[in-house]
C-alpha cells in the first residue's frame, strides 16, 4: 500500500536545442501520473511553475484569474507545476502527501502535479534563468511556449496573458 503512496522520478526529455516545454513527467497530488505536453487537457495551458514553497504566494494571486478564464475561454486550462530537485523515493512521498493534505481543494489537488527532475535540464529547456522567482508559461499541446512572465499576478499581466492567448486563438483560426 505505501508503495503507492511514492510517486515516481519524474521523466525529462529534452528533444530540441531551442527554447520549448520539454516532455515531462510527474504525479498530481490524486496520485495520477501525467506526462505533458501530451496530457495537457486544453490547446492553451497556463502553466504555474514555482520552484520554492514561498512561491506558491505568487500562484495563489494568479488563482482566481485564470479560474475566470478557463470558465469564460473554451480550450484554456491552467497547471500548477512545482519543480523540485531529484530526491529519494521517500522524500518525495513525504513532500507530495505534505502537500496534498494541506489542499483541500479537489480541482487544486488534480492540477498541481509535482516534477521531482534535474532543474537545471528543465530550466534551460524551457527559457527560465533560475529559481528565485515563480514563473508563468502559457504553453500549448506542442509544447510550444507562447508567453510567459514572472511573479504574482498583476492587471497588466492578465492582460499580456489575454493578449498572447487572443493572437493564438486567432493566428491558429487564420491558418486552417
Known amino acids: 500500500m505505501a508503495w503507492n ?9 529534452v528533444k530540441s536545442e531551442t527554447i520549448h516545454f520539454p516532455t515531462v513527467s510527474g504525479f498530481n497530488l490524486d496520485r495520477q501520473e501525467f506526462e505533458f505536453p501530451r496530457d495537457f487537457a486544453a490547446e492553451l495551458n497556463v502553466l504555474f511553475v514555482p520552484f520554492l514553497q514561498r512561491q506558491q ?8 484569474f485564470v479560474q475566470e478564464l478557463e470558465r469564460t475561454l473554451p480550450g484554456v486550462v491552467y497547471y500548477e507545476l512545482p519543480t523540485i530537485w531529484e530526491m529519494a523515493a521517500l522524500q518525495r512521498m513525504f513532500l507530495n502527501e505534505g502537500m496534498r493534505a494541506g489542499i483541500p481543494d479537489q480541482k487544486s489537488r488534480e492540477r498541481t502535479v509535482t516534477l521531482y527532475l534535474n532543474k537545471a535540464d528543465f530550466q534551460r ?21 507562447l508567453w510567459r512572465t514572472v511573479g504574482s499576478f498583476t492587471e497588466d499581466k492578465g492582460s499580456q496573458l489575454l493578449a498572447a492567448i487572443d493572437a493564438a486563438v486567432w493566428g491558429s483560426e487564420k491558418s486552417n
Open 5 to 13: 503512496l511514492i510517486p515516481a522520478k519524474s521523466r525529462l526529455i
Open 57 to 64: 504566494l505568487d500562484v495563489n494571486t494568479w488563482v482566481p
Open 125 to 145: 529547456a524551457t527559457g527560465i534563468d533560475g529559481d528565485s522567482q515563480m514563473h508563468v508559461l502559457l504553453v500549448n499541446r506542442q509544447g510550444d511556449i
